[in-house]
């Protein structure tokens, strides 16, 4: 086949020509901002689901495993790196079992990997998938596997039979046995317990003063526990125990739609994400995206869409910039004022509801009038512009956030693209820019 062509132009959804984008990277960029099967703006869950299928089944193996696991590990989602694991199996990938062991951190993944495995039909399961889906089973205890065990198609107990996990020791044998008998100890989860008709109020207390509510159980039901007017005290003291390690950043600003009187703790939350990160030196500009675009849902069953994100986003890179400069653009740059928190995240809503376009072509502007200068610009965006964008040397290291999954963006120029909607994309800023440094000083070491 000949190779020297000329790609074909293509354009954006707002019907802007942008430049053309290697299969790895659409493919990196679609999974990290991706709730599987969930439409989009522009797009909808399926049309993405193939999209995703699609490069999967292009790019290099390795490349799409050590993307499965970022997705996992680092940006805290739960269905796309299944289902690129799904893509690997298929193809035959010899790494496979490896992988699958690594992302599956729940037990209820065993059985729901396995339902995608088959969902274009029934077939044998390949030596890898065994070998990963066993693996897995050693990694919990019995409260996990009662918590999840559920009423499924597809059974812990039907894998459990298919795999033949061995276990790891006499405890996990026994383990095992209560799941092939159907004798596992079921804990009493918030949900167990309010199904079965229990008192929302006593239900939550208890959960809370046993310490057994998890972080993102106590940001989800926060709505329910006010509603259910749980002691405010114990809420408030609940922040100092809950684990939000695994928690996006914009999970806490939705939970502060249904509990303002708890803010200044939802605040507090937040901020522990980037304790003990280095500041980002210099100065800096942060652009917040604020067309309408922005208020696409991030699933068709949340409350939370793109700019619930990026606010998460821009509240942490406000606390990680030495000294910054923050602007909102539509169809015009909008300067904010530099606030904190949930402060910040009014200043951007403000902006939002009278906001109107994509005129990413004003950024460069702003970024050097009056003379300014930054040493960075960090860019939140669905990159839907309606009109082109092009570097220029006043945004000193340009980062494009992307917290969309949409196909067409505005290409790929002078700049770092990243995509997402968790606060290790601003670790990945520290690091890169301590690499380039580091670079920076072997080069000229050796020039002299």
Same mark, same amino acid.
């Given at each position: 086949m000949k190779s020297n062509t000329k790609v074909a132009a293509t354009k954006n959804f707002e019907g802007v020509k942008v430049a053309p984008v290697k299969p790895y990277d659409e493919l990196? @960029?679609?999974?990290?901002t991706c709730l599987l099967g969930e439409d989009t703006y522009y797009e909808s869950g399926g049309t993405v689901m193939d999209r995703v299928k699609a490069l999967a089944e292009t790019v290099e193996p390795e490349k799409v495993a050590e993307l499965a696991m970022l997705a996992r590990n680092?940006?805290? +989602?739960?269905?796309?790196? +299944?289902?690129?694991? @799904?893509?690997?199996?298929?193809?035959?990938?010899?790494?496979?079992?490896?992988?699958?062991?690594?992302? !599956?951190? @729940?037990?209820?993944? !065993?059985?729901?990997?396995?339902?995608m495995y088959w969902k274009e039909g029934k077939q044998s399961i390949s030596r890898q998938v065994k070998k990963g889906l066993s693996a897995a089973f050693n990694k919990f205890n019995e409260y996990s596997f009662g918590k999840y065990n559920q009423d499924n198609a597809i059974k812990l107990r039907d894998v459990l039979f298919m795999v033949h996990p061995k276990a790891k020791d006499k405890a996990q044998q026994e383990i095992f046995d209560k799941i092939a008998n159907k004798t596992l100890?079921?804990?009493?989860?918030?949900?167990? +317990?309010?199904?079965?008709g229990a008192d929302k109020k006593a239900t939550f207390e208890g959960l809370m003063e046993r310490e057994e509510l998890g972080g993102l159980a106590f940001l989800r039901n926060l709505r329910n526990m006010v509603d259910a007017k749980v002691d405010e005290n114990l809420l408030r003291g609940y922040f100092g125990k809950a684990n939000f390690s695994r928690v996006l950043p914009y999970r806490f600003i939705t939970a502060a739609k249904y509990a303002p009187r708890l /803010? *200044?703790?939802?605040?507090?939350?937040?901020?522990?994400?980037? /304790?003990?990160?280095?500041k980002l030196e210099g100065k800096t500009l942060l652009v917040i995206d604020v067309s309408p675009s922005m208020s696409a849902m991030l699933s068709s069953k949340s409350e939370m869409n793109r700019l619930d994100a990026a606010c998460g986003l821009a509240i942490l890179a406000r606390e990680l910039c030495e000294n910054v400069e923050i602007v909102t653009f539509s169809? *015009?740059? &909008?300067?904010?004022?530099? @606030?904190?928190g949930f402060a910040l995240r009014d200043s951007i809503a403000e902006r939002f509801r009278r906001g109107n376009g994509t005129q990413m072509h004003l950024i460069p502007a702003y970024a050097k009038s009056e003379g300014r200068q930054f040493d960075r610009t960090i860019i939140i965006t669905d990159e839907e512009s309606q009109t082109p964008f092009t570097y220029t040397p006043e945004f000193g290291e340009l980062y494009m956030i992307n917290v969309s999954v949409h196909k067409h963006a505005i290409g790929f120029g002078n700049w770092v693209r990243l995509s997402g909607f &968790?606060?290790?994309?601003?670790?990945?800023?520290? /690091?890169?820019?301590? /690499?380039?440094?580091?670079? &920076?000083?072997? *080069?000229?070491? !050796?020039?002299?």
């Open positions: 990196k @960029r679609a999974v990290l680092q940006f805290k +989602l739960r269905h796309v790196p +299944l289902f690129l694991v @799904r893509t690997l199996a298929k193809r035959g990938y010899k790494g496979t079992g490896a992988v699958l062991q690594q992302i !599956i951190q @729940r037990p209820d993944e !065993i059985a729901e990997f396995l339902a100890v079921y804990p009493e989860t918030w949900e167990k +317990l309010l199904a079965s /803010e *200044d703790k939802l605040e507090e939350g937040m901020f522990k994400a980037v /304790e003990g990160m280095k169809n *015009d740059i &909008s300067v904010l004022p530099n @606030r904190r &968790s606060e290790a994309i601003l670790t990945f800023i520290e /690091e890169y820019e301590n /690499e380039q440094r580091a670079k &920076s000083y072997a *080069d000229g070491a !050796i020039a002299a």
